[in-house]
Nanobody, 123 residues
């Protein structure tokens, strides 16, 4: 089992920045990749960014490319999402997820999920 706890959400004005953290515990050594997803009211959960634990390769949804950066600290078993130039359309609950076997943007490839943290961007 892997437990994931997100933190760092909040209210920010458009153009501002936030950094989300995701602390992983449990059988973290078995994870292949970590991802961030988000879900706005009435919409499906969508992919934001992913990173491999080993090697650190990353990729992003087109909607956040150039504005968001995913990173990890292996020693702390923590993944971060640095969000800059935030827009009102970035408002959502942000979820951290762990995949045992895949490295993808498909939410169904992820095996463990955090409880989510709210990000609200005001115009």
């Amino acid at each position: 089992q892997v437990q994931l706890v997100e933190s760092g959400g909040g209210l920010v004005q458009a153009g501002g920045s936030l950094r989300l953290s995701c602390a992983a515990s449990g059988r973290t050594f078995s994870n292949n990749a970590m991802g961030w997803f988000r879900q706005a009211p009435g919409l499906e959960r969508e992919f934001v960014a992913a990173i491999r634990w080993s090697g650190g390769s990353t990729y992003y949804a087109d909607s956040v490319k150039g504005r968001f950066t995913i990173s990890r600290d292996n020693a702390k078993n923590t993944v971060y999402l640095q969000m800059s130039s935030l827009k009102p359309e970035d408002t959502a609950v942000y979820y951290c997820a762990a995949s045992l076997y895949k490295y993808s943007g498909n939410r169904y490839d992820y095996d463990y999920w955090g409880q989510g943290t709210q990000v609200t961007v005001s115009s």
